[in-house]
């Protein structure tokens, strides 16, 4: 069984950044994908971004991209978002995900395994 644990949500000012932590027990494939989602208030959750546990290679939405970095510490099982430059409406609950899959997936029914989210709101 994978657990997930989400840390280091927070209020930020637009423009801010802040870095999320996804703390994974249990046992990872290195075939898994990690994925970072957010669902605001009222929406559907989003894909944010993906890493490769094996090899790191990343993916992101288009919204994100240029802004946002994943990255992962193998050693230590943990899956980080750095998100810098902030906007008022990325205010959501962020989720860490694990998918067992050999190929890119921005759709959470393709990730098996989910943490609690950690909230992220904009205090501008």
């Known amino acids: 069984q994978v657990q997930m644990v989400e840390a280091g949500g927070g209020l930020v000012q637009a423009g801010g950044s802040l870095r999320l932590s996804c703390a994974v027990s249990g046992r990872i494939f290195s075939t898994y994908v990690m994925g970072w989602f957010r669902q605001a208030p009222g929406k559907e959750r989003e894909f944010v971004a993906a890493i490769r546990w094996s090899g790191g290679s990343t993916y992101y939405a288009d919204t994100v991209n240029g802004r946002f970095t994943i990255s992962r510490d193998n050693a230590k099982n943990t899956v980080f978002l750095q998100m810098n430059s902030l906007k008022p409406e990325e205010t959501a609950v962020y989720y860490c995900?694990?998918?067992?899959?050999?190929?890119?997936?921005?759709?959470?029914?393709?990730?098996?395994?989910w943490g609690q989210g950690t909230q992220v709101t904009d205090s501008s």
């Open positions: 995900g694990a998918a067992a899959t050999l190929v890119w997936s921005t759709s959470r029914y393709d990730y098996n395994h």
